[in-house]
């Protein structure tokens, strides 16, 4: 019979076998479910499980009433709380980076509780996102960078109609991509200027030392460790650690590495400006065009976009406006009304011209 997790109690006996994202089963036919595995099942959201009508004592199996979870909703936060949200998963994600550094282990578990409900509050305040990145110092980048691009990955893969357990799994994964910059001498990690050819070289092995620091865990998929692993390769083969093309590189990498790029493109880093929203998608649309699966970067853009009507904004000439219409055929492109004047720019058709940054 089939039964809600939350119906689930040890002793429980497997009818079938239990898949996730890939072809191998998770948890395999008649496998008895232990308090261990119960959590395991709670954590990566399975809906439903086929069991057995007896438990492994022998006794009949009486699901207790089932409790629709949402109908229960004591994660959600108000809007106006939700950056406070994100600014204490931030500071405690550097308690747990500044551990990892000493030499402590990852615990998933504990990674699990502090974003899942983070990216919960994310998918009702969207349109809060797009706000987070103006709080990334050149200091703290990492950890925002991390924080962010959990965030954003998690959005982006529900936009694409993943389910929920999915679009977890995606934002878990872009979580923890860069967990294995703990393991880079700490002196890159400071360094103001611009990086080395050599120092370059040493944050390009960040990939596979996430990997490593994540690996037997029994708690993550092999899809997110694949994840990590490809978040910095790229569909032409111009990425890191491997460079593996297209065919080779699983979507939900494609999903953290877009969700990468525009955090550090629109951030304040050491050796680089921020830029605006726009302008990096822009990048995102034509400059590295070859380089990510253009789904994901439609994705990004049109969540983006469907917040920015009535946007106030400054453009590279100093000239404040609000949005006041997008073109669906040049989405990063819209129609402006300037403050001063009241007159109407159209960005399609003044080349020159485009949002400097977005003022929320």
Known sequence: MKVKRNQLQEGCIVANDIFLLSHQPFIKKNTVLTKEMLEIINIFLIDTIDVETKLVTGERFIPVEEVHEGDIRQNVIKEDEFSTMYLSAVQNYKKYFLGWQSGLKVNITDIRSLFLPLFENAMIYQSEIFKLHHYSTKKDYLYHHAVFVGILSALIAKSLNYTKAEWIQVGLAGVMADIGMSKVSIKILEKVGPLSNEEFEEVKKHPIKSYNMLKGQKTITDTVLLTILQHHERIDGSGYPMGVESNK????????????????????????????????????????????????????????????????????????????????????????????????????????????????
Do not use: W
Not at 273 to 282: M, P, R
Not at 314 to 326: A, C
């Open 249 to 360: 590189i699983h979507v939900f990498s494609q999903i953290v590495a877009v969700a990468d790029v525009y955090h550090a493109m629109t951030s304040e880093r050491h050796y680089r400006t921020k830029q605006s929203a726009f302008k990096v998608l822009e990048a995102l649309r034509q400059d590295e065009f070859g380089k990510f699966q253009p789904i994901v970067v439609d994705s990004l853009t049109n969540v983006l976009m469907k917040y920015s009507i009535g946007t106030q904004v400054r453009l590279n000439n100093g000239e404040i406006g609000e949005i006041i219409f997008i073109n669906q055929q040049n989405l990063t492109r819209p129609m402006v009304k300037l403050k001063s004047s009241g007159e109407i720019i159209n960005l399609c058709l003044q080349t020159k011209l485009y949002i400097d940054d977005v003022l929320f």
